[in-house]
C-alpha cells in the first residue's frame, strides 16, 4: 500500500485479556516504530526496529508489553494481561532508515479501549 | 517530566493571517526538532524540521524557528488556510538521529473562514 496501515481501528477488550496489535509499515522502509497517545498527552516512544538490529524496546512501559517483527516487514504490537490504564491510541510509523532527513511516517493508530 | 512542553493546548486565527504555535525544551541534548500536524483518526504527518546548527527553516508556507538559549521553538504559518486546522505537535530528538521521538502534547489550531 501507499501508506502505514494498522489493524484493527479499533479494539474494546476486557481486563486481563491479551491483545494484538498490527502495523504494517511502507514497502522497502527498514525503520519501524511504535508510539501510544494516552487521552490528553503527547506521543509516548515505545519501541524501535532497524533492519536485523537488537530493537530499542527502552520505552515499553512494562513487561506486559512485548513487540516483534516478522522477516523486516510486519510488527506485532502484544500486550498481556491488559489493564485500563492500557487504553490508548497506539500508532505506528517507518522510516527508510534511521537518520536525519528520514521522516517518520505514521499509520492511523489502532484505538484499544479496556473496560 | 515533560520533556517538550506545547503550552497552549487551542490557538484560533482568521483566514489569511499568521497562525504562530509555541513549543518549549527542557532536554539539552535535543538537537533535532520536527512539527507534525494530525487531523482527526488519521496519524500524524510530517510538516517541517530543522536542525539544531540552523536557526529557521522555511518550506512554502511554513516556517520554523529555533532559540536555543532559550529552549524555543515556533512554527509560523503565513498565511492561514481553513485546510491547516488540526492538531500540531511538536517534537525533538538528540544524538543527531531521527528516531525515539519525544512529543509535546499538541496544539489544536483553528482557523476562521
Known amino acids: 500500500g501507499a501508506g502505514v496501515s494498522q489493524s484493527p481501528s479499533n479494539k474494546v477488550t476486557e481486563k486481563g485479556k491479551d491483545v494484538e496489535l498490527r502495523c504494517d509499515p511502507i514497502s522497502g522502509h527498514t525503520a519501524l516504530y511504535w508510539y501510544r497517545q494516552s487521552l490528553g498527552q503527547g506521543l509516548e516512544f515505545l519501541i524501535y526496529?532497524?533492519?536485523?538490529?537488537?530493537?530499542?524496546k527502552s520505552g515499553l512501559p512494562s513487561d506486559r508489553f512485548s513487540a516483534e517483527r516478522t522477516g523486516g516487514s510486519v510488527s506485532t504490537l502484544t500486550i498481556q494481561r491488559t489493564q485500563q490504564e492500557d487504553s490508548a491510541v497506539y500508532l505506528c510509523?517507518?522510516?527508510?532508515?534511521?537518520?536525519?532527513?528520514?521522516?517518520?511516517?505514521f499509520g492511523p493508530g489502532t484505538r484499544l479501549t479496556v473496560l | 517530566d515533560q520533556q517538550v512542553k506545547q503550552n497552549s493546548p487551542s490557538l484560533s486565527v482568521q483566514e489569511g493571517r499568521i497562525s504562530i504555535l509555541n513549543c518549549d525544551y527542557t532536554?539539552?541534548?535535543?538537537?533535532?526538532f520536527l512539527w507534525y500536524k494530525k487531523y482527526p483518526a488519521e496519524g500524524p504527518t510530517f510538516l517541517i524540521s530543522i536542525s539544531s546548527i540552523k536557526d529557521k527553516n522555511e518550506d512554502g508556507r511554513f516556517t520554523v524557528f529555533l532559540n536555543k538559549s532559550a529552549k524555543h521553538l515556533s512554527l509560523h504559518i503565513v498565511p492561514s488556510q481553513p485546510g491547516d486546522s488540526a492538531v500540531y505537535f511538536c517534537?525533538?530528538?538528540?544524538?543527531?538521529?531521527?528516531?525515539?521521538?519525544?512529543f509535546g502534547k499538541g496544539t489544536l489550531l483553528t482557523v476562521n473562514p
Open positions: 526496529f532497524q533492519g536485523n538490529s537488537a530493537p530499542d
Open positions: 532536554n539539552s541534548m535535543f538537537d533535532y
Open positions: 510509523a517507518s522510516s527508510l532508515v534511521r537518520g536525519l532527513g528520514n521522516e517518520q511516517f
Open positions: 517534537a525533538a530528538s538528540e544524538g543527531g538521529s531521527n528516531y525515539k521521538l519525544t
